[in-house]
Each structure stands twice: as C-alpha cells, then as structure tokens.
C-alpha cells in the first residue's frame, strides 16, 4: 500500500467522482481506477459503490477513510515540520473561533499570518463556541477560540481573555426607560422576551447559572444557533439577546439598538484550545502567538471589552 494510492482513495472521496478527481489529480481516469482496484484488492474489501451518477463509499470504505485521512495528513505535516525545522513554518492549519472574536479579530489574523508565513496555508472557521468546541473534539479543526465551561481531558486550554457578557435589544423593546451609561440589572431580565443560543453553549450555560445563582427565572422565548439569524430577530423587535460584546461591536453603532453590560458582571472566559490527540505543529504555535497578539491589540484600542487576567 502507498501513500499515493491513499491520497488518490482520499481525492475521489473528496471530488465524488472518479473523473473529476482525474482531473484534479492530473492522471488520466483509467489509471485512476486501476490504482483503486489494486487499493481495494489489497484491504480485502470494496470501497465504493459505483452507480451511473458517480460513486459513494461502502460503510468499510467510510471506515477506511476515517483511518487514513489522519494518517495522510499527519505525514504531510510531518514533511512541513521537517521543512520548518529550517525556520519557516509551512503546511495547513485550520482554526476555530466564535463569532464575538472573529469580527473583531479573525481578518487581522489572518491577514498577519499570512505576510509571515505564506508556506502555511490557514482556514478559519466561525460558530458558536459549542460547535467550535465540537469540531476541535472531532478533529475537523487544529486549535481554536473556546469558552472555558468547554474545557474537557482531552484539551490543552490556555487563558486568553476574560470577557462580560452585554444585553441587546431595540430600545422600544425594552418597556422602560434606558440609560445607556448605565448597567442592565440582571433582575430585570425576566421583564424581556429572550432569544438565546441553545443549551449546549459555554455562554448560555454561564448565564443559565448567573441567573440561577440570583434567583432569576429567564424568560427565553426562542433558541437559535446561527448569530446573523438571532440579531435580525433582535433588531425586528422579536426580543433582546444576551452576548458578549465582540458579537455585537457593529450593532452598538446602531441608533435603534441598545447595548448594556449586565450587573452584577456575568463573566466568561475565552481560551486557546488544542486537542492532546494531535501533535502541536510549528504553524500551530506561530498562529496562537499571532492571536495572542490580536487579542491584546484589540483589548486595548477598545474593539474588544475584556481584560488579560
């Protein structure tokens, strides 16, 4: 078995099709066949199913693939490292944040990566801190920006920042006067109609137990996973929403929308995260000093509310 006949397998995969991964690949598609044939003969097993639309894995090809993607990965990166022993990082990298980071800092990010280390090619991705926290778990991501209540035994979690988390409504929502210079008291947030991310979120938790902790019952009308969807809703007049200040910087600018911090504080912390499953790479560790960086930055000149702690 060799490691072409494995990249080959993994780019069919990808491209669905035995003739446009030859035409990725650049050989021609009887030899990309025959080089499958010979990959399937030596597992012992079938690994597509091959129908007049293309072509779909077999449950042993999925189980196949699960094993060699890694593998295949892990020696190109080992390749990379090699290369970056000389000082000049190189191979991929993919890297996780929630939306209330990136929007602040995800286009410097990269932007800076990138005039530094143009061998290291960089995807960054966005979601709630849940389901950034899941993809890490899974292995679909190198590291990532999560909130601390994800932490877990299989993760290497350092401090990055502490951040409070801010009230967001239409100031017609909220049914009683607003002075934006002061506060939101958490007491009153049973008086608004609540759109909130799901459950299963760092933040929701956090401030599902500030509210516990005061005696406060939520009132939650609607949960909802997808940021753009919850603060169009918000600025609808559905309801008010609770998230950290990075996630509604551009809303505050709105003349119809108010944004207070909550009192007493209701704190989250945001952490780098690693899986211990996988090697830190060189590219790994020159990007989480590049977002350490950013972070700081915007900490100071006020894109970002929060402190280092």
Do not use: C
Not at 19 to 38: E, H, K, T, Y
Not at 46 to 52: E, I, M, Q, S
Not at 77 to 95: C, I, N
Not at 115 to 144: H, K, Y
């Amino acid at each position: 078995m060799e490691l072409r006949q494995l990249e080959y397998f993994l780019t069919v995969v990808a491209s669905g099709s035995f003739s446009r991964a030859s035409s990725v690949l650049g050989v021609a598609q009887p030899a990309l066949s025959r080089r499958i044939r010979q990959l399937e003969e030596e597992v012992g097993v079938t690994l597509f199913y091959r129908h007049g639309r293309g072509i779909r894995l077999t449950e042993e090809g999925a189980q196949f693939q699960s094993i060699v993607a890694p593998l295949t990965r892990g020696l190109a990166q080992a390749a990379a490292d090699l290369r970056a022993s000389s000082g000049v990082p190189a191979g991929e990298v993919s890297f996780g944040m929630p939306p209330s980071v990136s929007a602040t800092i995800g286009g410097r990010v990269v932007r800076d990566f990138r005039q530094r280390f143009p061998q290291v090619r960089l995807q960054l991705m966005d979601a709630f801190s849940g389901t950034v926290n899941e993809w890490l778990v899974s292995g679909r991501i190198d590291m990532a920006v999560i909130n601390a209540a994800r932490s877990s035994p299989y993760l290497s979690m350092d401090l990055l920042m502490s951040v409070d988390l801010f009230v967001l409504a239409r100031r017609d929502v909220l049914g009683f006067p607003a002075d934006e210079a002061e506060p939101f008291p958490l007491s009153r947030l049973p008086e608004l109609s609540l759109i909130l991310p799901g459950r299963h979120h760092g933040m929701r938790r956090q401030l599902d137990s500030a509210a516990q902790r005061h005696g406060v019952e939520l009132n939650i009308i609607v949960e909802i996973d997808a940021l753009s969807a919850l603060k169009e809703l918000v600025r609808g007049g559905m309801g008010a929403t609770v998230l950290p200040h990075g996630a509604i910087l551009a809303d505050a600018l709105d003349p119809e929308l108010i944004v207070r911090r909550l009192d007493p504080p209701v704190t989250q912390q945001m952490m780098l995260a690693f899986s211990l499953e996988r090697p830190m790479t060189v590219a790994m560790r020159e990007l989480s000093r590049v977002v350490k960086r950013e972070i700081h930055a915007a900490l100071a000149d006020g894109r970002l509310l929060g402190r280092v702690e």
